[in-house]
């Protein structure tokens, strides 16, 4: 694939298979968006029949998140109508043929401009519940440019509505003024239990936690059931039996740490970690019309589901976009799921747990060498190397196209180990939670099909510790340590693959975005050594620094996510003793000075977009002032992308991005 297909390539979202089991809705939209708001589009396709998907809406519309009623004979969704402003809900009728063309019905107020934060069908399929802020009222004293801030915040509250099928009645559910995250109905369909917060925020939720309160949904009266003292992942909560299940933090007073799946037991408000402490749980949904639950975990660069009971009825080592599961009468399950890899983006199979079989059903992509299924695992080597306290950090080598003989076989074979040692871009992610797996979103925006598309030099996808996938001690060891131990994981994934001599210690470029652009710009700074001053043997011969992080103090003074500065620094400014100055460890602007008297940093490609809320804009300007300071590297740019934010979206950006990737790899690992 060239970059313009790249950016154009579709992900898929919001899988949702049928109540029978026969058919899966799901959305696709582009990677990239053209014009001022993005586009998403319905398809719908036959559970266990190839190549099967086809469109529900046209394309050019903005239809998403697709929810079947109990039936099966509707299906409710949300739109803007491309607009990008309103936010409106429709239902639409789904013949058992799944031969989707019929009337749509608007059931929500499209003059409301407030998004819709998510919606459920009741269990009787009469009405729908749906969570929506309330429109904003301008004060009158206030100018229309002056922003006011005060206690409360400058977001408007979430609430809960009702609204019946036919968009004919609705009612405000609860009308305390807390803010509601998240809600799920009853199996019997008379309560609804719901996750609130006293202000809007991550940051609140972080610092103070949440309550968890169930409401009679046709007398209106609620109580509050308990309190859980940290964030819960959203949106995941799945009402099973007596039993509510969720993702809280590990352990639960700790916000921005391992994430595990809770059970909170509805007769005694009493809530305990269901799976243990050494599983990593990210998303957990109801299994329609049985008595479990399905739960999403990371395990090193796979990603089981498994049932409530601890089963795992499906493990690949390939990036799960999205997915559904299916349970029939017999009490066999199907998977439905969104799958793709390093080189090629996602398509939607089937797995059938008893047959352990997939079934591609969509062929949103015509492939290279005129074949048409998805080699959606390359044959590809693992890098495993061990660490002091935390185990093991496994990550991801692929090697060239050629070397890679690409086949459907989803994992189950390794690529040969290289001949001779190969030129190698690492490639970091973001997080620092997330996991590395053969994913075409690496890292988090498609540079790796990018620079593997020339066939020319082998990528390495590096994971370190402060990710999912190993455990509570492994994920929160990162707390106090950031820019030494993930640094030094990532230095020894390199040694590995040099002393294997899959790696030309001559020829390694390193980059990434957020945490991973972080790392980059540590790398850069420290060239030819560990976090200690030991040298490597071998230096990176340029960095991508893609919204990264240079001075951890003032990421936490500009960030949004603040609670998350704190948690991973260990204290920001207004928290420390003014003797503490530990953040600098992290912090490569307190190691410029040095490295650019002994000139080692190598050339930087430094990547911002200008309205980034995470990482503000002022890191990279900060960066580049210290570049202009000693006139080093000699190497060196700084791209600043206007109306992005943390990730780079516009089309016409992202095409640039890819390309100025792709060039300044070409250039140094040549």
Partial sequence: MNVDEIVDALQISDIAISPNGAHVLYATSPYSRKGAHKKSQLWIA???VEKSSRPVTTDGQNFRQPRWSPSGERAACLSDDGDGESCVMYTYDVPSDGDCGGDIFQ????????????????PDGKGIAYLRPDERVAREEEASDVKVFTREGDHEINRLWLVDSSGETSKLLVREDVHITTFAWSPSGNQIIYVS????????????????????????SSRKISHFPSDIWLPGLAWCKDSLYFIGNIPAEESNSAKGCYRLDLDTSKWSLHLTKDVSA????????????????IL????????SSGEVIYSEASELETWDVHRNSEG???????????????????????????????????????????PFSSMVNIIKVPTENAGHVISVFVPPHELRNDVPYYFRSQAPSPKKPLPTAVILHGGPYFTQTQSFLAPHQPWTAALLKS????????????????????????????????????????????????????????????????????????????????????????????AATCDMDMAGLMSEATAFREAVNGSL????????????????????????RQQRIPPLLIVHGEQDPIVDCAQAKALWKACERWDWPKEREMVIYPREGHTIDERAHLTDLLRRITAFCEKHLA
């Avoid at 998303?283 to 019309?289: A, L, N, S, T």
């Avoid at 969104?338 to 797995?351: C, D, H, K, Q, R």
């Avoid at 030099?457 to 030494?484: M, Q, T």
């Avoid at 400014?573 to 650019?596: L, N």
């Fill in 332 to 374: 066999d399950h199907t998977v439905v799921l969104g799958m793709s890899n390093a080189t090629f983006p996602p398509e939607i199979l089937s797995f059938d747990t008893v047959s352990q079989s997939f079934t591609q059903l969509s062929s949103h992509v015509q492939y290279p060498f005129g074949r048409y299924e998805a």
């Fill in 107 to 122: 059931i929500t107020d499209d003059k409301c401009k407030t998004p819709i934060e998510g919606f459920e069908w009741s």
């Fill in 573 to 596: 400014p207004w928290t420390a003793a003014t003797s503490d100055t530990g953040t600098r460890q992290g912090s490569a602007i307190w190691e410029f000075a040095g490295a650019a």
């Fill in 46 to 48: 036959d559970v266990g």
């Fill in 197 to 220: 917060q006293e202000r809007p925020g991550d940051n609140h939720a972080m610092y103070h936690g949440v309550d968890f309160s169930i409401i009679e949904v046709y007398s209106g």
């Fill in 282 to 297: 990210v998303e957990v949904k109801p299994i329609r019309g049985s008595d479990e639950v399905a739960i999403k975990t």
């Fill in 455 to 546: 066939g020319k030099y082998a990528v390495l996808l590096a994971n370190y510790r402060g990710n999912f996938g190993h455990g509570d001690e492994f994920v929160n060891s990162i707390k106090g340590e950031a820019g030494i131990v993930d640094y030094d994981d990532v230095i020894h994934a390199v040694d590995d693959g040099v002393r294997k001599g899959w790696i030309d210690k001559e020829r390694i470029v390193i980059g990434g975005t957020s945490w991973g652009g972080y790392l980059s710009l540590l790398a850069a700074v420290r060239n030819g050594h560990d976090s200690q001053g030991r040298e490597t043997g071998w230096k990176f011969r340029g960095a991508i620094c893609a």
């Fill in 300 to 307: 090193a660069i796979y990603q089981p589901i498994r049932l």
